[in-house]
Each structure stands twice: as structure tokens, then as C-alpha cells.
T-cell receptor, first 111, second 115 residues
């Protein structure tokens, strides 16, 4: 069953703008991961944030985690047309460290 | 080498055919996974292998039969599939099932069409 739910389901922005996607989940987690998927292709791991971490950065990506609200956000700064893809959050919880995916956000960056 | 390689990339098969999907990784990962993804949906877990043993079967129909011949290879044997089984099949691997804070590496998937 799906654990994470991304919001918005679709996001359309201009190149250079920032893109923010949110993920909410229902149960306590071990960690939360963000993946990118280009149309019809495999998933690329972007960043993992542990349950005891609040913020992580990787290049133009910034991920925050608020365990009290059971939510995470992914910020892509200075977006590029090449960032056009679907973005999924995946959580692991309990004794299972297998990622369970949310429904994803479809991001379109217009050049 | 941080790649998970899946073959074939595309597969069209009839409902009476038998085919196999293959997945290979050389990262020394001991956990390997099959996911199924329908269009505009998230990946859904099918099977997990840990140390070459089937650890999780998410109530997948028996027309899907996984096999892990060794720690680097994972197969998915297909037989008597239905058109609704058409989907992107993704293979993934991670250091070990149950290893905390380990990322999963995904292959590019096999786009399966059942006619």
C-alpha cells in the first residue's frame, strides 16, 4: 500500500523558477527518499533523509523533513528544462527497509 | 559500477508465450527487488530476494515466477500473462534487506506489452 502522498500531482513552471513538491505520510518512518523518473524510464535516487534529520542539500536540491507533521518537501532551485520528470517520495518504516512509493508529482519545466 | 541492467528494454508477448525478464547488478548488493509500474502510477513491490532467497511475495499471481540464480542476477519468468499485466517492470537492488538507510538502485525497466 502507498505510504507517501505527493502534492501537487502536477506542477508546471518556467525555467529558472523554483519547484517545490510535498510528500505526506501516515506512519512513523525510518527514512524518506526522493526519486526522479523520466518518462517511461527507471528511477534515479536523488536524496535520502533519515528520520532524525531535518534538512539535507544536494546541489540544487533541498529536502526538509518534519516528522511531527509527517511531511517532507523537495525544493529544486533554478529549475532547468532537463528537470522535467516525475518525482516520487518513498518511505521505509518499521522493520521493513523496502521503499514504498507515493503517487508522485509530475513536473514540467518550460524553456 | 552503480548500474542495474535490465534486459530486454521492450517486450511484446502473446498470452500463450513464455518469456523471461533479466536483471543484473555488480555492486555486491544482497537484496534485489521486482516492482511493477502502470502508467501514471507509482511502482508497486512484487518480490524481494535477500541473499538469493525469496523473502517477500506481495501476493503476486503465479503466472509471474521470480528466480535468483546467484547474488548478481534476478530473473522474472512470465507465462500465460493477461493484457492487464502490460506495464513497466523495474528491478532494483540495495546493500541488504533490513539494512538501515540504504538507497535502492533501479534499472531502466522492461516495458512489457501483452497482446
Amino acid at each position: 500500500s502507498q505510504q507517501g502522498e505527493e502534492d501537487p500531482q502536477a506542477l508546471s513552471i518556467q525555467e529558472g523558477e523554483n519547484a517545490t513538491m510535498n510528500c505526506s505520510y501516515k506512519t512513523s518512518i525510518n527514512n524518506l527518499q526522493w526519486y526522479r523518473q523520466n518518462s517511461g524510464r527507471g528511477l534515479v535516487h536523488l536524496i535520502l533523509i533519515r528520520s532524525n534529520e531535518r534538512e539535507k542539500h544536494s546541489g540544487r536540491l533541498r529536502v526538509t523533513l518534519d516528522t511531527s507533521k509527517k511531511s517532507s518537501s523537495l525544493l529544486i532551485t533554478a529549475s532547468r528544462a532537463a528537470d522535467t520528470a516525475s518525482y516520487f517520495c518513498a518511505t521505509t518504516s518499521g522493520g521493513s527497509y523496502i521503499p514504498t512509493f507515493g503517487r508522485g508529482t509530475s513536473l514540467i519545466v518550460h524553456p | 559500477d552503480t548500474e542495474v541492467t535490465q534486459t530486454p528494454k521492450h517486450l511484446v508477448m502473446g498470452m500463450t508465450n513464455k518469456k523471461s525478464l533479466k536483471c543484473e547488478q555488480h555492486m555486491g548488493h544482497r537484496a534485489m527487488y521486482w516492482y511493477k509500474q502502470k502508467a501514471k502510477k507509482p511502482p508497486e513491490l512484487m518480490f524481494v530476494y535477500s541473499y538469493e532467497k525469496l523473502s517477500i511475495n506481495e501476493s503476486v499471481p503465479s503466472r509471474f515466477s521470480p528466480e535468483c540464480p546467484n547474488s548478481s542476477l534476478l530473473n522474472l519468468h512470465l507465462h500465460a500473462l493477461q493484457p492487464e499485466d502490460s506495464a513497466l517492470y523495474l528491478c532494483a537492488s540495495s546493500q541488504a534487506w533490513g539494512a538501515k538507510d540504504t538507497e535502492a538502485f533501479f534499472g531502466q525497466g522492461t516495458r512489457l506489452t501483452v497482446v
